[in-house]
């Protein structure tokens, strides 16, 4: 790492940490002023996410809501990634399939949120439908964009050669696709856990979003700040893992631009 690199994330470090500490005092000046009920402080706030982390059955409900998120999650990716090739493999499924996914997508969550209620009752089930119907268009919607970015000419070659349809998606689109892929993920992602809090507020009667509802119902409102800051660091975590695995691909994707610049 260059001498410049450092003292470049020596500042960024120093301007983040500033920012911070800022926030803090102004937080606890505001509380000061205010009820607890209204907003608490930033001392009360920590004691509760404190007691948080030292209690056993947090740790239960939040593999509740793990499991939601990951069920939902991996449906979504399944039913996004079949939508978004189907979608860019051809024009006629194109014009069946593209009015309906980007119909979903337009759709407010609340209402899939009603009818999921309706249909499934106050279980996980409303959850995971949830998190499945309002993120799979996205997924699927970026896998779309992407096909844009293929060579055509090497699926026409591959025409010529008779090359298996199976071979030419796993040796020429797949890979063509895969920065779209990791990154509609990772977009897909931080949906996924704004829509499952969302869902384990409004229906479930376990998890991180029941554990909100709790916390609203006794008017324990730093038990809602510390459950948000427990609900940001973990999608933060999940995204900050998926844009790591999604680096090497930006690294070669930057090699094979300056390789074509330079010809």
């Known amino acids: 790492m260059s ?23 102004l937080w606890h000046s505001a509380s000061l002023y205010q009820s607890p009920v209204i907003l608490p402080g930033p001392w009360s706030t920590l004691r509760s996410l404190a007691d948080f982390l030292r209690d056993g059955s947090f740790y239960r409900e939040l593999a509740a809501s793990l499991y939601r998120l990951l069920c939902g999650i991996g449906l979504s990716t399944l039913i996004g990634l079949l939508f978004g090739l189907l979608m860019g493999v051809s024009r006629t499924l194109e014009s069946l399939l593209k009015p309906l996914v980007y119909g ?6 609340i209402i899939y949120m009603t009818l999921a209620m309706i249909w499934f009752g106050l279980n ?5 439908f949830i998190i499945t119907i309002v993120s799979f268009p996205v997924f699927a919607v970026s896998i779309h964009e992407g096909f844009s970015e293929i060579d055509h000419r090497l699926i026409e070659m591959a025409g010529v050669f008779q090359f298996p349809r199976r071979k030419v ?9 895969s920065g779209y892929i990791k990154s509609g993920f990772i977009i897909m992602l931080g949906f996924s856990w704004k829509l499952l809090i969302m869902g384990e507020v409004l229906s479930a009667g376990t998890g991180i979003g029941a554990q909100l509802t709790d916390a609203r119902m006794n008017l324990q409102t730093e038990k809602v700040f ?3 800051i427990i609900i940001m660091v ?16 930006r690294r070669k994707k930057q090699r094979r631009q300056n390789a074509h610049q330079s010809q």
Do not use: H, M, Y
Request: proline fraction near 6%.
């Open 3 to 25: 001498g410049e690199s450092k003292k470049q994330r020596v500042r960024t470090f120093s301007r983040n940490t500033a920012l911070v500490l800022a926030a803090l005092a």
């Open 104 to 109: 979903l997508q337009n759709i407010p969550p």
């Open 124 to 128: 996980s089930r409303a959850t995971i």
């Open 169 to 177: 998606l796993g040796t020429i689109i797949l890979p063509s696709l």
């Open 226 to 228: 510390s459950l948000g």
């Open 234 to 249: 973990l999608c933060s975590l999940s995204q900050k893992t998926a844009e790591l695995l999604n680096k090497p691909e």
